[in-house]
């Protein structure tokens, strides 16, 4: 991001620490991995075409849920109810899987929630993760 004068804010809360995350087991950790990896990359190429670029990445724990945020400002039209499905994209031709690789994991797993919201200024993708089992 750095390398492409993208603004980024990054907030963990303190609270992560003391949960043992990898006991959710190595297929969760690697889902979880996966779409925080579709987030940034998405949020990355949304703004690598605005003369503003800036990305949020949150992390927190409430309610026994642990919440990755990833926030970024854009331009245009974005479709909420589309934008799950394969091969819808705001980018061009060859692009429009990622947040369809990301609905089929939480769709395969039950630890796993997404949240989208949109604003005029900022889109928002929230992965939540199920950790009330692990206390």
Not at 45 to 69: G, R, W
Not at 101 to 122: A, F, Q, T, Y
């Amino acid at each position: 991001m750095k390398e492409q004068n993208i603004d980024f804010d990054l907030s963990i809360d303190k609270a992560i620490k003391r949960v043992q995350l990898l006991r959710l087991g190595d297929d969760t950790m690697l889902d979880i991995c996966k779409i925080v990896g579709v987030f940034l990359d998405n949020a990355i190429e949304a703004v690598s075409i605005l003369k503003e670029k800036f990305i949020d990445l949150e992390m927190s724990i409430e309610n026994s849920h642990l919440y990755i945020s990833v926030s970024n400002n854009y331009e245009g039209t974005l479709q909420l109810n589309q934008i799950d499905d394969q091969g819808y994209t705001t980018k061009g031709k060859g692009h429009g899987y990622g947040l369809s690789l990301v609905k089929k994991l939480i769709d395969e797993n039950p630890l796993l929630k997404n949240e989208k919201g949109i604003s005029s200024e900022e889109f928002t993708q929230r992965l939540i993760v199920d950790i009330s089992k692990l206390k």
